[in-house]
């Protein structure tokens, strides 16, 4: 079901509060439906006319009546809403799908960089579904991780990996996964993060048969299906990833090499 009318009486509850080199943590109050890992909400950035379109953040954290989302601060609207103070804020959503949720299941999961917010909360969702957790951080350099204590107490195994080595391994989270599923098994693999990484998750996906599902975050204008511009490409035609995703399938999707 779409929802496009902004949540009654949401409002920032706090400053935002700096987690990371260039990254901040919102706490918002919102009487928002049930939400999905996987699912975001639209913010209205300001309101004058600019910037105009609502951006979208992934759920990193709901509970009650209290979101949380990571901005990773990269233009305009997102740095004006780390200086944000407390006070009415115009949301929209749970918008989009979510993930799969499995129970009881063995599950790994792949975050890179800024695409590490939704699986916070994915991570929850799954070890209170007793599934054995094992996370894979990956980030450019250590002072971009953000909460990593939250991640761990969400997990079996936490596993960080650095581009700099400056915490972790060094290299790539989707090289570290490759290097795990040579001697485990999972019963599925969830990714967030930019698109080589997932892009490289699917095809360890179809090598090695376990199925994986991702999160698309590209370029969104309206965020409620009416523009297209989100548009991703699968065997069956395009699909509006801010309506049909942003969870798709690993293996529906079509992705540039
Ligand atoms: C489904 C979804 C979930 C997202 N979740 C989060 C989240 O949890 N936390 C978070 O910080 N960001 C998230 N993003 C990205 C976030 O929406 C953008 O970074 C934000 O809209 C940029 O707004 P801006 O006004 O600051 O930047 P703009 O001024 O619009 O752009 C600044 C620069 O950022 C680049 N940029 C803008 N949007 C994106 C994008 N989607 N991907 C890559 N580069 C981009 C532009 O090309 C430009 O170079 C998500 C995006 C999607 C589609
Ligand atoms: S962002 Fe407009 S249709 Fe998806």
Do not use: W
Not at 11 to 35: K, M, R, V
Not at 46 to 55: E, V
Not at 163 to 186: P, V
Request: with cysteine; glycine share 10%; hydrophobic share 40%.
């Amino acid at each position: 079901m779409k929802r496009s009318a902004s949540i009654k009486g949401a409002a920032l509850a706090s400053p935002p509060h700096i987690i990371a080199a260039g990254h901040c943590l919102l706490t918002i109050s919102a009487s928002t439906p049930p939400s999905q890992p996987g699912q975001f909400i639209g913010i209205r950035i300001s309101s004058f006319a600019d910037p105009l379109l609502r951006r979208p953040f992934s759920i990193f954290d709901h509970s009650d009546d209290t979101l949380r989302i990571v901005v990773k601060i990269v233009g305009r609207g997102t740095a004006m809403l780390a200086q944000r103070s407390p006070g009415p804020l115009d949301i929209i959503g749970p918008l989009g799908n979510g993930f799969t949720i499995l129970r009881g299941s063995r599950v790994m999961l792949v975050g890179g960089g800024v695409g590490n917010a939704p699986l916070h909360y994915l991570a929850g969702v799954l070890s209170a579904a007793r599934c054995d957790v094992t996370y894979i951080y990956g980030a450019r350099s250590a002072e971009a991780i953000f909460c990593p204590e939250s991640f761990e107490a969400r997990a079996n195994r936490f596993i960080t990996v650095t581009d700099d080595g400056s915490r972790g391994r060094k290299g790539l989270a989707a090289d570290a996964a490759s290097d795990l599923i040579q001697s485990e098994t999972f019963d599925m693999i969830y990714a967030c993060g930019p698109q080589p990484m997932l892009k490289t998750v699917a095809d360890l996906s179809r090598r090695s048969g376990i199925p994986a599902e991702v999160s698309i975050e590209n370029y969104f204008g309206c965020g409620i299906g009416v523009c297209s511009a989100c548009t991703v490409h699968t065997p069956k035609g395009p699909r509006r990833a801010c309506v049909e995703g942003p969870v798709f399938d690993a293996a529906s999707l079509v992705m540039d090499p």
